[in-house]
């Protein structure tokens, strides 16, 4: 057990519509990260929150967006799902903003699947 | 921008051979260097890091050594087992904001 905390571990949809992924960073951490992993992307930074308040944004669709709440935990939320969507959905957090000498601490991801 | 290189894969071994996964980046600066490993459906994991140039990073049998000359941190291990059939990923963190860069990913099948 890493401390990262993400649900749901798997989740079947269909298109068009909007799932909420949550992740619980490991105690201590402030900063979270999510990252998207599809077997012809490989791992694609997201967007990161540090202390709530959004710290870096990746590669992240505007059908996509994320919140850090108080209690530090995160939610990325999904709309208007499509196909290419479907993929691992990774959430790993840091004690600093940034990865410095640490590295990130990673969840065992959410399998979403649109059908 | 920033970036990281890493070896195509897969990558396919003999229990008991030697390992080498390269790994080049791109950056401002000398970030601190990781390896990662995802083992079949589970989440990355720290395998091990450098932080300043000539450390070396080890764990596991697995070894890499920062070199700031020529950008690299390749990962290597003397014998390998069927159980480190895993992907690998190099991560520099060099991203704009600190953050870390990953590699495509190297995928490493050990056959017994």
């Known amino acids: 057990d890493s401390g990262v905390t993400q649900t749901p571990k798997h989740l079947i949809t269909a298109t068009g519509q909007r799932v909420t992924l949550r992740c619980s960073p490991r105690?201590?951490?402030?900063?979270v990260y999510w990252y998207q992993q599809s077997l012809d992307q490989g791992l694609q930074f997201l967007i990161q929150y540090y202390n709530g308040e959004e710290r870096a944004k990746g590669n992240i669709l505007e059908r996509f967006s994320a919140q850090q709440f108080p209690d530090l935990h995160s939610e990325l939320n999904l709309s208007s799902l499509e196909l290419g969507d479907s993929a691992l959905y990774f959430c790993?957090?840091?004690?600093?903003?940034?990865?410095?000498?640490?590295?990130?601490?990673f969840g065992s991801g959410t399998r979403l699947t649109v059908v | 921008g920033n970036s990281v290189t890493q070896m195509e894969g897969p990558v396919t071994l003999s229990e008991e051979a030697f390992l080498t996964i390269n790994c080049t980046y791109t950056a401002t600066g000398y970030p601190s260097l990781f390896w990662y490993v995802q083992y079949p459906g589970e989440g990355l994991q720290l395998l091990l890091k450098?932080?300043?140039?000539?450390d070396k990073g080890s764990n596991k049998g697995f070894e890499a050594t920062y070199r700031k000359e020529t950008t690299s941190f390749h990962l290597e291990k003397g014998s390998v087992q069927v159980s480190d059939s895993a992907v690998y990923f190099c991560a520099p963190g060099a991203g704009s904001q600190g953050n870390l860069i990953f590699g495509k990913g190297t995928k490493l099948s050990v056959k017994p």
């Open positions: 105690s201590g951490d402030l900063s």
């Open positions: 790993a957090s840091s004690v600093f903003d940034r990865a410095g000498g640490y590295g990130y601490t």
């Open positions: 450098a932080t300043k140039a000539d």
